[in-house]
């Protein structure tokens, strides 16, 4: 079966993101100072990750702050060895969701750690950094 007929582009596209974060700030400014935050509904007390501006459960926009700590399980994962375009450049890497005390999950990098070496139950801890361009992110890695 031979392609159809078409025609191909070369160029290299630059993609650009404006991720508006004014309701998520304390997440951002927190982790930059090595702490873990996310929003609990002052109303039903749920918690949610990432941040919600209005809780996701009863819509209430009345939340606070908490602190979900370093710690986490990781739980499953996945490693990427075909990237998606957006990280064509990147190297093989794994996608982790690690679960916090209090059964909040969330999905992250797992650098230095082997895919061999990776299975459900290993402690991990979520640690911050800071992309190329200065944007704070964080990542998981073994504890
Ligand atoms: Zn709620």
């Known amino acids: 079966m031979s392609e159809p007929p078409s025609l191909r582009s070369r160029r290299e596209i630059t993609l ?20 873990f935050v996310t929003t609990k509904c002052s109303k039903c007390g749920c918690v949610s990750f990432p941040p919600q501006a209005d809780c996701p459960k009863c819509m209430s926009g009345e939340s606070q702050w908490v ?5 986490a399980t990781l739980v499953t994962f996945t ?26 999950k969330v999905l992250a990098w797992l650098e230095g750690v082997k895919a061999e070496d990776a299975r459900p139950g290993i402690r991990l801890r979520v640690e911050p950094r800071t992309s190329a361009e200065g944007n704070p992110y964080y990542v998981f890695v073994r504890a």
């Open 16 to 35: 650009r993101f404006d991720i508006p974060i004014s309701k998520t700030l304390e997440f951002w400014a927190s982790l930059k100072n090595g702490k």
């Open 79 to 104: 490693h990427v060895r075909i990237t998606p375009a957006s990280f064509a450049k990147s190297e093989p890497y794994i996608i982790a969701i690690g679960e916090f005390e209090g059964g909040v």
């Open 67 to 71: 602190d979900l700590g370093r710690d």
